[in-house]
């Protein structure tokens, strides 16, 4: 019988139905038995892609259409014998896989991750024996034994339980563990959350004990099933790869067509050999293509990648650098991302109806408690005192300081009411001493409460904890009181509070420590305290610095409605009810309907990791590029489908981290902010880059297209000549400028990324203002080159050789200029200190020290064409440089007052 096949709704179905299904009795399976569906099953092992080898990943360098124009300028250049021209762009293809892959190798350095979580020895029932095995060996029908901080080996089906509690956070979202019931039954709609009958692959047994039945193994597991979701997904794109290869493809019919054109103008109106112009068709490809440009985004993204590591996020995809700065949409998980992912007291209220704030964050005791008359201190409050007394002592949990941070172990809120009774001096060890502990009953679901005894003043008092109408039942209250404090209890749960109530009172006379002690009676309340996951700091002004930056936020969690309320109300992403959508509520929506919802809800709570992969996805056809932020294993599918997925790296699984492209290594938030800055620079600095190498790219193209069209100027014999010869414009391209730009790739932040909104995801890198600051400043440059060539030939009658020598180191001036102006697109260069800068300034001196070196060395005067210039052409030259600053000083004006006029007319 071959059990694949059979259906995964273990949670509705009974246990014996599922034993006989199993094949399996009371003695367990046999060795037999499970070495035969070990063969049918495989080993209990999470599916995983293999990390990429050291080659793949300098083949993928190398997948990108501007290098392929590259590669196939490097052959031409061979077919037509210039050597030169083929070494100078196989160097830069070279030197851009080299850098690119390095970042990206650093990056996959780690672990394979997904196979982490399963890597744990289980107890299971074999030939009637309980043996331990490792989880890889556990089989479909296997009982295993579950004990309180075991990790679950595979996806079981509960048959008993006691007390048992299970960490499902990874999986589900849910913060607080999960009080399972093997009798429990749901229906097949029931959300992986609510099924208490089951325990998942993955998740950690909190507290108690159990038996279960194993129904599921590797990738058939919730875990398992996740994993291949990852493994099968390709993924979105970042907006930076979009853009770029719009923008190359632009590039390489624009190159083609322009050849081709001049090529016919040329042969069949000018008169000039095929040959010529075939020469002509490979320096016009030389200035259209920028080749500079993949080395110099590779390291824009490099030093982005360095800067970001910096404040706190570590880049895993190069090309990602930039995405968290086109995002239009932050898909956030809750706990652990915008939460601490640690329960926390905030609230008190004692029996009088007094209401004490709670600070802090997490499990670490620090906060003040602030009450009605200001901040309270320890000692000074002795209702409040008696409350902490009895968090400390009716406790099984730890906390305590190590290697000058703080550790803890237990149950989670047992753990913050220690917190909270640090903040009023309540020590555990030290309560503990004063008041030995004699007895206890210990907490069971059955009971809903927990109660120890101790010896205070020699007389033994017992101290309580429970639920809270489970705590006033044993509690000397009027009716009517209880009634008042039951509304305090249910208001604090309405705020998305898990409220446990505190009492205190007498033993029983006579009772000894070996005897079981009755259920408490008798007691005195001392109130409630009100437990959640708080926000992590920073975390609300990151949400509002996001808004400010045109960022749009929302929450993707697992976990209760009324929590993810309580979380989204301090974030000011909703404030009603009807304000946040259920996983219930999205599996009855049709594509438009989701479509529609995603764009008004910001809240969505009990989701499925396939419902948070559907709302990432219908966000994108919505247009959005979107950032998810994730750290369990749940999250995985979502950050692998969205333009940009980010990892916690602390808390976060190995799982949401191999499915990211950017880990945020504090597990804040507000991390993320830093980020998007970060991001929006890395982009600005792209397009700085790209208007530096493009506008003398194009200025080249139009002085050889208008020598070719004017047929000027023509040398002594009457040919007409070239201005510059491909290995000038590479010398150009590659050297100088390429200095320069790699050098601009550094410029720092202008100041106001973080104010300005997200570009509109179909923006084109040349919007209106670069298309009209390149092509300004390429006629600029063409025609003071092109009136300085004819004058040279025409007019002072210079050789062919020494006016392109003229031309070159005109344009290399030009370039040495232009620089500034690529600083900022709107402000004047003359306002940007070039001391704020030194690496572009230090690549300013080198482009031209290289460049006047070259006149005087013979070996480049022989491969260039050049020699030195006097003073005197050289200080003319210099001025006619400076036309180029000129111009672009007149457009930035322009447009800042063309803007202002638009402001002006908005706001009337």
Not at 600 to 615: D, G, I, N, S, Y
Not at 895 to 903: E, G, I, L, Q, V
Request: with cysteine; net charge negative.
């Amino acid at each position: 019988m071959n059990m694949k096949t059979k259906s995964l709704n273990w949670h509705v179905r009974a246990v014996p139905e599922i034993s006989a299904e199993l094949r399996v009795g009371e003695s367990g399976l046999s060795t037999a038995e499970a070495e035969a569906r070990l063969r049918e099953h495989g080993p209990n092992r999470l599916p995983r892609k293999p990390p990429p080898t050291w080659w793949e990943i300098g083949l993928r360098q190398f997948r990108s259409p501007l290098i392929y124009i590259l590669a196939i300028a490097a052959v031409v250049s061979i077919l037509t014998r210039h050597h030169e021209d083929a070494a100078f762009i196989a160097a830069v293809l070279a030197l851009n896989a080299l850098i690119g892959g390095y970042q990206e190798w650093k990056a996959e350095r780690s672990s394979q991750a997904l196979q982490a979580l399963l890597q744990v020895r289980a107890s299971v029932l074999r030939d009637g024996d309980v043996r331990e095995i490792d989880a890889e060996e556990v089989v479909p029908g296997d009982i295993v034994w579950l004990e309180s901080g075991a990790r679950v080996p595979a996806d079981l089906r509960l048959v008993q339980a006691r007390g048992l509690e299970i960490d499902e956070s990874l999986l589900t979202g849910e913060s607080l563990p999960v009080l399972k019931n093997p009798a429990w039954t749901g229906d097949e709609s029931t959300s992986l959350a609510d099924r208490l009958n089951m325990a998942y692959a993955g998740s950690v047994v909190s507290r108690g004990r159990a038996r279960g039945l194993i129904v599921e193994t590797g990738e058939r597991t919730v875990i398992g099933r996740l994993a291949l979701d990852v493994i099968r997904s390709t993924g979105g794109r970042p907006p930076l790869l979009e853009r770029m290869e719009r923008f190359t493809h632009v590039i390489a019919y624009a190159v083609l067509g322009a050849a081709a054109a001049m090529a016919v103008i040329g042969v069949f109106l000018r008169g000039y050999g095929a040959g010529e112009m075939f020469l002509f068709g490979v320096a016009l490809a030389v200035s259209a293509i920028p080749e500079g440009l993949p080395v110099a985004l590779t390291v824009a993204l490099s030093i982005a990648t360095t800067r970001m590591a910096r404040r706190g996020v570590i880049v895993r995809r190069l090309a990602a650098v930039e995405g968290l700065g086109s995002c239009t949409l932050i898909a956030s998980d809750k706990t652990g991302t915008l939460t601490c992912n640690e329960l926390t007291v905030r609230q008190i209220r004692l029996p009088d109806g007094e209401e004490l704030a709670v600070g802090g964050e997490g499990y670490t005791p620090e906060g003040s408690i602030h009450g009605p008359e200001g901040d309270v201190r320890p000692g000074s409050h002795p209702a409040l005192d008696a409350l902490a007394r009895a968090a400390v002592l009716c406790n099984e949990a730890d906390l305590h300081q190590r290697d000058g941070g703080w550790a803890w172990r237990g149950d989670p809120t047992e753990v913050a009411l220690l917190s909270f009774g640090h903040k009023l001096g309540w020590v555990h060890e030290v309560a503990l001493e004063r008041h030995p502990q004699v007895n206890e009953i210990p907490f069971e679901p059955e009971r809903r409460f927990a109660a120890t005894y101790h010896m205070v003043d020699d007389h033994q008092l017992v101290f309580a904890k429970g639920a809270p109408e489970r705590i006033l039942a044993m509690c000397r209250v009027a009716d009517e009181d209880r009634e008042r404090l039951l509304a305090y209890a249910e208001s604090m749960a309405e705020s998305g509070h898990r409220v446990l109530a505190l009492a205190e009172g007498a033993a029983p006379e006579g009772l000894r420590s070996s005897q079981t002690p009755p259920e408490p009676t008798d007691l005195s309340f001392l109130g409630f305290a009100g437990m959640i996951d708080p926000l992590r700091p920073g975390v609300k002004e990151a949400v509002r610095s996001c808004r400010a930056a045109g960022i749009a936020v929302c929450m993707i969690t697992g976990d209760h409605p009324v929590t993810a309320l309580a979380i989204a109300r301090e974030l000011d992403l909703a404030a009603r009810p009807d304000q946040v959508l259920t996983g219930r509520e999205i599996e009855a929506l049709d594509p438009d309907e989701l479509r529609e919802a995603v764009g008004r809800t910001r809240v969505f709570a009990r989701t499925t990791p396939r419902q948070k992969l559907e709302l990432v996805e219908a966000a994108r056809q919505m247009g959005h590029f979107v950032a998810v932020t994730g750290d369990g294993v749940n999250d995985a599918p979502a950050l692998r489908q969205a333009n940009i997925g980010v990892a916690m790296g602390r808390s976060g699984t190995d799982v949401a981290r191999e499915a990211s492209e950017l880990v945020i290594t504090d597990d804040n938030f507000a991390t993320i902010v830093a980020g998007v800055e970060e991001g929006r620079v890395a982009y600005d600095n792209v397009r700085k880059v790209i208007y530096l190498l493009v506008s003398t790219g194009l200025a080249e193209i139009l002085l050889l297209s208008l020598a070719v069209l004017t047929g000027w100027p023509k040398s002594a014999a009457g040919a007409a000549v070239l201005p510059l010869l491909p290995v000038q414009i590479l010398w150009l391209n590659l050297v100088t400028n390429g200095i320069q730009d790699i050098a601009l790739a550094f410029e720092p932040a202008e100041g106001d990324v973080l104010r300005r909104p997200p570009r509109p995801p179909g923006q084109r890198i040349f919007d209106r203002l670069m298309l009209e600051r390149t092509v300004i400043a390429a006629v600029v440059m063409a025609l003071v080159g092109f009136g300085a060539f004819w004058w040279m030939i025409a007019g002072a009658g210079w050789s062919e050789g020494q006016s392109r020598n003229g031309l070159l180191l005109l344009m290399v001036l030009f370039q040495n200029l232009h620089v500034g102006n690529s600083r900022s697109e709107t402000r004047s260069a003359f306002r940007l200190s070039p001391l704020k800068s030194p690496i572009l300034m230090g690549g300013v001196v080198l482009a031209f020290s290289l460049h006047m070196l070259s006149l005087r060395l013979p070996i480049a005067q022989r491969v260039l064409g050049v020699e030195p210039v006097d003073p005197a052409t050289f200080a003319g030259l210099i001025g006619l440089a400076f036309t180029v600053v000129i111009a672009m000083e007149i457009h930035k004006w322009h447009w800042r007052a063309r803007r202002a006029d638009r402001s002006s007319r908005l706001s009337d």
